[in-house]
């Protein structure tokens, strides 16, 4: 499928179920307003069942094409087939004609050739990987930071170059800063080739939740657009960040493309096979939407080859790492929408042996109310923990009757994940994502505020689970600003000491803020981009985070795929798995009931020595909390519990190294109001 390089030219293979006509248009270059070639494929010689397909001699690398295809218009009988439209082949390697494209010339009747996109054919065998190889870093020892390609360097105080702000080339310049946060992965916001145009008014579609060619990488985001750059630009980013021990995770959308409802534009799926290619309503004019984006792609047909193909050339040749699939479960649901208990695509992807060294990881729910986290298909996908990120932020704003659930949530949701085939870390644990507030809007607004969207703040959600602490978005009062630091911290710790896999949101370890607006999607600007000023302003806050990710990586209590048992205390048990035992202000007396806002827990590793004491307080007031006894074994020194985290306590006393933290004379500790306590010894 697509267009394929051989050693005398070049193969082109497109599926157009119920055309009639195809022509192969070829341009000399980017800019040509008209094809300077077009080939007619013979249906007799250059047809296979649906698959139409025609080798050109002497075509190599860099040849730029599109396609007219041509058959019956009936929306009634979804049929959608319009020769005046330019197409995309579902398989382009890579998109250009983004200077001179209208979203508009491809909605209406009439010929957009000099408007249209075209794609690239693309030789991948000649890049030079220089032995790059897959970090294959576990989940158990994996750190995710989500971040916007885009948004990460744009900002003019990012010090780059104007021409690699806001690129892949930027991003690699920003690799020691990821080193120095910790993070084994970045999780890219779509890179997909998408349709920056496609958002309402003169906005633009900023997270890229519109994709046109699931092959390409974003045109936009590469600061080399000429010839194969941009491909060649993501591969040298991806090799980059291998060499720094960082896996790339692609943020992919096989849930809708960029061509909307029955009144978007024709840009490739639409014009070759739309019933194949689309969920149809019963009355096949309109476009079932579970995306919540105007049309749903058919998963269980033709474009579950395309899907795993795409996924396959992704990782073999452009070397990523893993998928965190976006509305995953809408791949759950059959040809007419109905959720399959079997969906095939999901089990050919849990089963590809090309994908079986990388992660896979699901949002495990759509835009249609189908919520499928903790029963996801499959033996592979891990997922996103929508429960966690709600539950964190209910228990640290102090609502009532969340104890017991967030022992589960830091237990690594067993509630959610009791498959035995999976350990604890395919939760993915987070608290902030590009969807919703950053966590400094988390602890400062408690209402969204997306005026800027131009919907009249309809768009975004309404259920965010958020406190302001006092006072809602800017203040000058110093205790509410500590307050709301606190409260960071406090997420930040909890994320920080639960089981799974923890991911963090870019700029969130400096408290980026976006004002109170909690959908961004067409927000290109400095509301949405990372602030590079936010490093020097907040670098305690940025310390913490470091400090704490710091933490996790070193200690095996954390490192670990094996459940947590629950066991009461005893410094002397002999057993060496990883063992919690759970508290109240009172040792071993955890207090479950819905008034109760505190709660406190110990681990235990034998094995590798380690033994931390941790304290949530979210209660209004402080408390005192009893301190597990440290009686060592007859052949240990004496233990004591040394303080290396007190969230109430300004920097840098918040966070103090092992080495540095204070000891805690006394049997009991008194935890400040709305504070979390760590406690450690390292002589058990």
């Given at each position: 499928m697509g267009a394929t390089v051989r050693e005398n030219g070049v193969n082109f293979c497109l599926y157009a179920k119920d055309a009639t006509a195809v022509e192969l248009l070829l341009f000399d270059s980017p800019e040509s307003a008209w094809p300077d070639k077009t080939l007619w494929l013979d249906p007799e010689k250059n047809k296979t069942f649906q698959y139409w397909h025609i080798f050109i001699e002497g075509l190599a690398a860099n040849q730029i094409y599109a396609y007219r295809v041509d058959g019956p218009y009936a929306p009634k009988q979804g049929l959608r087939f319009n020769r005046n439209k330019v197409l995309i082949d579902p398989y382009a390697r890579l998109v250009v004609g983004w200077?001179?494209?209208?979203?508009?010339?491809?909605?209406?009747?009439?010929?957009?050739?000099?408007?249209?996109?075209?794609?690239?054919?693309?030789?991948?065998?000649?890049?030079?990987?220089?032995?790059?190889?897959?970090?294959?870093?576990?989940?158990?020892?994996?750190?995710?930071?989500?971040?916007?390609?885009?948004?990460?360097?744009?900002?003019?105080?990012?010090?780059?170059?104007?021409?690699?702000?806001?690129?892949?080339?930027?991003?690699?310049?920003?690799?020691?800063?990821?080193?120095?946060?910790?993070?084994?992965?970045?999780?890219?916001?779509?890179?997909?080739?998408?349709?920056?145009?496609?958002?309402?008014?003169?906005?633009?579609?900023?997270?890229?939740?519109?994709?046109?060619?699931?092959?390409?990488?974003?045109?936009?985001?590469?600061?080399?657009?000429?010839?194969?750059?941009?491909?060649?630009?993501?591969?040298?980013?991806?090799?980059?960040?291998?060499?720094?021990?960082?896996?790339?995770?692609?943020?992919?959308v096989?849930?809708?493309?960029?061509?909307?409802?029955?009144?978007?534009?024709?840009?490739?799926?639409?014009?070759?096979?739309?019933?194949?290619?689309?969920?149809?309503?019963?009355?096949?004019?309109?476009?079932?939407?579970?995306?919540?984006?105007?049309?749903t792609l058919k998963t269980s047909t033709i474009s579950s080859y395309l899907i795993l193909d795409c996924l396959r050339y992704w990782v073999l040749e452009m070397h990523v790492d893993g998928f965190r699939f976006d509305l995953a479960s809408v791949l759950s649901r059959g040809i007419t929408g109905e959720p399959l208990e079997i969906p095939p695509i999901l089990w050919l992807i849990n089963t590809d042996p090309a994908l079986a060294g990388i992660k896979i990881i699901a949002e495990a729910w759509d835009a249609a109310g189908l919520?499928?986290?903790?029963?996801?298909?499959?033996?592979?996908?891990?997922?996103?923990?929508?429960?966690?990120?709600?539950?964190?932020?209910?228990?640290?704003?102090?609502?009532?009757?969340?104890?017991?659930?967030?022992?589960?949530?830091?237990?690594?949701?067993?509630?959610?994940?009791?498959?035995?085939?999976?350990?604890?870390?395919?939760?993915?644990?987070?608290?902030?994502?590009?969807?919703?507030?950053?966590?400094?809007?988390?602890?400062?607004?408690?209402?969204?505020?997306?005026?800027?969207?131009?919907?009249?703040s309809r768009d975004g959600a309404n259920d965010n689970w958020s406190w302001n602490c006092g006072v809602e978005g800017p203040t000058d009062d110093p205790s509410v600003q500590a307050l709301r630091r606190q409260q960071a911290k406090n997420m930040f710790v909890l994320w920080a000491m639960s089981q799974g896999t923890p991911m963090m949101l870019m700029g969130d370890e400096v408290l980026r803020s976006q004002h109170g607006n909690n959908n961004a999607y067409c927000q290109n600007n400095t509301l949405s981009w990372f602030d590079w000023d936010d490093v020097s302003t907040q670098q305690d806050f940025l310390r913490f985070v470091q400090q704490l990710v710091n933490l996790i990586q070193t200690l095996h209590l954390f490192k670990h795929d094996e459940q947590l048992i629950v066991t009461d205390f005893d410094p002397q048990e002999d057993r060496l798995e990883p063992l919690i035992s759970w508290h109240g202000i009172t040792l071993g007396q955890p207090d479950w009931s819905e008034d109760s806002r505190s709660l406190s827990f110990t681990l235990r590793y034998r094995q590798?020595?380690?033994?931390?004491?941790?304290?949530?307080?979210?209660?209004?007031?402080?408390?005192?909390?009893?301190?597990?006894?440290?009686?060592?074994?007859?052949?240990?020194?004496?233990?004591?519990?040394?303080?290396?985290?007190?969230?109430?306590?300004?920097?840098?006393?918040?966070?103090?190294?092992?080495?540095?933290?204070?000891?805690?004379?006394q049997s009991f500790y008194s935890v400040a109001a709305r504070s979390a306590v760590v406690l450690i010894t390292n002589s058990w």
């Open positions: 200077p001179a494209y209208s979203r508009q010339a491809a909605s209406t009747p009439f010929d957009n050739c000099p408007q249209a996109l075209r794609g690239v054919v693309i030789d991948p065998q000649q890049y030079d990987w220089e032995n790059d190889l897959h970090p294959q870093t576990s989940y158990a020892d994996t750190v995710i930071y989500e971040l916007h390609v885009g948004g990460f360097t744009q900002h003019p105080n990012s010090e780059l170059p104007i021409e690699t702000r806001g690129t892949y080339a930027g991003l690699i310049e920003k690799i020691p800063y990821l080193q120095s946060l910790g993070v084994t992965a970045v999780e890219l916001m779509p890179i997909q080739q998408f349709d920056d145009s496609d958002a309402p008014g003169d906005r633009e579609n900023y997270w890229g939740y519109s994709s046109v060619a699931f092959f390409a990488p974003h045109w936009g985001y590469s600061a080399n657009k000429t010839g194969l750059g941009p491909v060649d630009e993501f591969r040298d980013m991806v090799k980059a960040l291998h060499k720094a021990g960082i896996e790339v995770i692609l943020d992919v096989f849930n809708h493309t960029a061509e909307g409802n029955h009144e978007g534009p024709t840009l490739s799926f639409r014009g070759l096979s739309n019933e194949s290619y689309y969920i149809l309503e019963d009355d096949k004019a309109h476009y079932k939407n579970y995306s919540g984006c105007g049309n919520y499928q986290v903790g029963r996801f298909a499959g033996e592979r996908f891990a997922e996103w923990n929508g429960p966690y990120r709600d539950e964190v932020r209910r228990f640290v704003r102090s609502d009532r009757g969340l104890c017991g659930a967030i022992a589960h949530r830091i237990m690594g949701s067993p509630d959610l994940y009791p498959h035995l085939n999976r350990g604890p870390n395919y939760s993915i644990n987070f608290v902030t994502c590009h969807d919703g507030f950053t966590l400094h809007d988390l602890v400062s607004y408690n209402h969204k505020h997306n005026e800027a969207n131009g919907e009249d590798y020595g380690e033994l931390l004491h941790v304290i949530f307080n979210a209660y209004w007031e402080p408390l005192t909390f009893e301190l597990p006894p440290l009686t060592p074994p007859a052949h240990s020194k004496p233990a004591h519990w040394q303080r290396i985290i007190d969230t109430a306590l300004a920097a840098p006393q918040d966070f103090c190294p092992i080495e540095q933290a204070p000891k805690v004379e």
